[in-house]
Nanobody, 115 residues
């Protein structure tokens, strides 16, 4: 079993920064990538960024340059550094562990950006 848990959400003013972290527990050898999705009210969940066990990253095009994913899955933790935050970044941010047979999601952490 794999579980993931997010940390670091909160309220920040527009233009500010926030760092989220996600920690995995359990059989992490079954994980081939970890990363972040977000879901704003009334919208579908969307990709933010993912990182693979080999360190390859993938970002939503609209977030490149402002958001950076980092970390080491073998060390059980990945991070999402979010800079120059905008009110439209307000959402629940979910950590996902991609396994070979299924995905595991965290409970989500709220990020609110005030204008």
């Amino acid at each position: 079993q794999v579980q993931v848990m997010e940390y670091g959400g909160g309220l920040v003013q527009a233009g500010g920064s926030l760092r989220l972290s996600c920690t995995a527990s359990g059989h992490i050898l079954t994980i081939n990538a970890m990363g972040w999705y977000r879901q704003a009210p009334g919208k579908q969940r969307e990709l933010v960024a993912m990182i693979t066990t080999s360190g390859n990253t993938n970002y939503a095009d609209s977030l490149k340059g402002r958001f950076t994913i980092s970390g080491d899955i073998s060390k059980r933790t990945v991070y999402l550094q979010m800079n120059s935050l905008k009110p439209e970044d307000t959402a629940v941010y979910y950590c996902k562990a991609r396994k070979f047979v299924n995905d595991v999601w965290g409970q989500g952490t709220q990020v609110t950006v005030s204008s």
